[in-house]
């Protein structure tokens, strides 16, 4: 039987949840939803909160009014690598067929020009191209100068000079789209794309106590053993704002810092790793407390980056924590446990968190609080010390007194 480690293995004290929260409630105008028709209590459940980028990682924002169509045709391959695949797969065809078939109209062309048509079947005759007898023929011929294959039965004569310049252009031509056509279908069919399948995200994220000190944490891992390498992980807060001037800014974008100073963000990511980002001065959930978040709306973006260990591309995977997916006073159970001779991965408690004993204020309150504990000690351990010295002098007074009491003079014992 395997032995776990202690020191990988975290047993709660309080029973473990499977981190289900109640959604807060958020306000909406009484008056909007009794003109429409509902109470504000039905309205108030119906409206959802709009993610911008998916949980899987897809960005929720589509790109309407676009009136400059011809710049997607100036990167007309980054275009065709962006289609879908079976666009993708149409156009590959269309491409070929176009060009066999507007190759072959132009053999069929030449033939019917110089009249070899006609002298099907005369020995006398020298044709352009040897039996080329129709369009389906030239379609034919077109296809076997364009792949390369030459059955040998359709031949260019050396006595059509319009053909072998024809012959020419097809071949390079042909060549060309080859070239873009392979490279299309090879970049798309390596795009790291799905290798972001196999990164995964905590369904949730927590703020709890690290080193008495409130930090916001999400855990991340990959599932396959080919790793990434160079991972390095970016958040980012997404909420609207209004500044000084009362510009309304949409969808603000403000940096989380998970590590940046530090290297923390570079990740070696070979088992399951919590991202913790210390809420300080600082962080734009400086002044936020357990109740404030719980009204707050905001999105939290997860971004992780790295290269395909395999192929080494670029790879990026994706995802974003609601307010109602931010749990306070939560951490993740342990995943990691000694076996005999490896450290073994249960993914089955990757996404599972437990309550922890967390102060409900925020940080600026707890920080605040903790400099007047450290004030308060500061300044009571010198007046201690104070008291001791006084009630040592006050001591040393009296001894004094009793010893003069007791003393004669010189004079007294003289005269006695």
């Known amino acids: 039987m395997a032995k776990e480690n202690s ?3 975290t047993i709660p004290e309080t029973p473990v949840s499977e981190s289900k929260v109640a959604l807060p409630s ?30 899987d990682g897809k960005c929720n924002v589509q790109h309407g009014n676009v009136r400059e169509t011809y710049r997607y ?6 275009t065709l690598v962006d289609l879908k695949w079976r666009f993708s797969l149409l156009v590959f065809v269309l491409a070929y067929a176009i060009t066999w078939l507007f190759f072959g109209l132009i053999w069929w062309f030449i033939a019917y020009c110089r009249g070899d048509l006609d002298h099907l079947g005369d020995d006398a005759w020298t044709p352009c191209v040897n039996n080329l007898n129709g369009f389906v023929s030239a379609f034919l011929f077109s296809i076997e100068t364009e792949t390369t294959i030459g059955y040998g039965h359709r031949v260019i004569t050396d006595k059509c000079p319009e053909g072998i310049i024809l012959l020419l252009l097809q071949a390079i031509l042909g060549s060309m789209v080859n070239a873009f056509m392979v490279g299309c279908m090879f970049v798309k069919i390596s795009q790291p794309n799905k290798r972001a399948e196999t990164l995964v995200f905590s369904t949730h994220a927590v703020i709890s106590l690290r080193d008495d000190r409130l930090c916001l944490m999400f855990r991340v891992g990959d599932l396959r053993n080919s790793h990434i390498v160079e991972a390095s992980i970016r958040a980012k807060l997404i909420k609207s704002k209004q500044t000084q001037e009362g510009e309304f800014i949409p969808l603000n ?11 923390d963000d570079r990740l070696f990511l ?3 790793l919590i991202i913790s980002h210390e809420i300080s001065e600082h962080s734009p959930f400086w002044e936020v407390s357990k109740d404030q978040l719980q009204k707050d709306e905001f999105e939290i973006v997860v971004i992780l980056e790295g290269m395909v260990e395999a192929t080494g591309m670029t790879c990026q995977a994706r995802s974003s924590y609601l307010v109602d997916e931010v749990l306070w006073g939560h951490r993740f159970m342990s995943v990691l446990s000694l076996e005999d001779g490896f450290y073994e991965v249960d993914y089955n408690s990757f996404h599972q ?5 967390t102060p409900s204020c925020s940080a600026r309150e707890l920080s ?7 004030a308060h000690l500061y300044w009571s351990i010198p007046s201690q010390l104070d008291e001791k010295v006084e009630e040592g002098t006050e001591k040393g007074g009296d001894g004094d007194k009793e010893r003069n009491g007791n003393l004669t003079s010189p004079e007294s014992e003289s005269k006695v």
Not at 253 to 263: A, K, L, M, R, S
């Open 353 to 357: 968190t437990f309550e922890v004993p």
């Open 368 to 374: 605040e609080a903790a400099a007047r504990m450290d």
């Open 270 to 272: 070979v088992s399951p």
């Open 7 to 9: 020191a990988f293995s």
């Open 253 to 263: 974008q403000t940096d989380i810092n998970v590590g940046f100073e530090t290297g």
């Open 26 to 55: 958020r306000q909406l105008n009484p008056a909007l939803a009794r003109r429409l028709g509902e109470e504000p209590e039905k309205a108030e459940k119906k409206r959802g909160r709009q993610r911008y980028v998916e949980k």
């Open 73 to 78: 045709l100036t990167d007309i391959f980054t």
